[in-house]
């Protein structure tokens, strides 16, 4: 009954220690799925509105999700293994209490029958153990695919928010490209506008100093002989 109530608390601590690194685990998850959303969240900052500086921030979003991929493979492994060797840890001592049982007959205090109950109840214990290693595997399994199911969904909705956003500048940059030709053609047009006003106003000044060279001209003339007439003898 020692024995028994030893190796189910030695079981308790270990999985409790199973426990703790799992509520780390999820932890490191919470953070990084934190970070995917204020990356998420900076795809929208009125200073981010560049194509390199989307793209910077596209290539960190990956990084950190390839990188916190691997320590999920990683940590859970490690949790795996921990559960593995809680298994194999109450099996070593319960094999090692069976191999501490001595018989009367070489001076120890068990017999025969004795020992068939006592290697009944072990069995019964390492049979609760190899249950309870199996559950956890299944359930580090599960636990460590929903991690990598949750990291690759942030990373999706990061995408999807990066492709309106690089739709939206492509948009604004044509935009401003359009205006920018736009803004060229005008001054083309006026520098033409300004250029042909002064052609027309030069025009204008030479006809306005023709015009008034012949007038004058002509009626000076027609003076000078209304003045001869006037001036000489009947």
């Not at 030695?10 to 490191?28: G, Q, S, T, V, Y």
């Amino acid at each position: 009954m020692r024995h028994t109530k030893h190796a189910a608390k030695r079981r308790a601590d270990l999985e409790a220690r199973l426990e703790h690194e799992l509520r780390e685990a999820e932890a490191k998850l919470q953070a990084h799925l934190a970070k995917m959303e204020g990356l998420r969240v900076e795809l929208g900052n009125n200073k981010n509105n560049y194509t390199p500086t989307l793209l910077r921030l596209q290539r960190e979003a990956e990084a950190a999700n390839k990188a916190f991929a691997a320590a999920v493979n990683e940590r859970f492994e490690a949790l795996r293994g921990s559960a593995a060797g809680l298994l194999r840890s109450v099996q070593q001592m319960n094999a090692d209490f069976e191999n501490s049982w001595k018989p009367f007959e070489a001076g120890g205090n068990f017999n025969e029958v004795e020992k068939g109950r006592f290697r009944e109840r072990l069995s019964k214990v390492d049979e609760a153990a190899a249950a309870a290693a199996a559950a956890q595997e299944t359930r580090l399994l599960g636990l460590a695919e929903a991690q990598r199911e949750q990291a690759a969904a942030a990373l999706v909705s990061f995408g999807e928010t990066l492709a309106l956003n690089l739709e939206d500048i492509r948009f604004m940059e044509g935009l401003k490209l359009r205006q920018g030709k736009a803004s060229a053609e005008m001054r083309i047009e006026l520098t033409r506008s300004v250029q042909q006003a002064s052609a027309i106003d030069e025009r204008l000044g030479e006809l306005r100093k023709l015009l008034p060279a012949r007038g004058g001209g002509g009626g000076a003339a027609r003076s000078e002989e209304h003045t001869s007439e006037l001036q000489s003898p009947i």
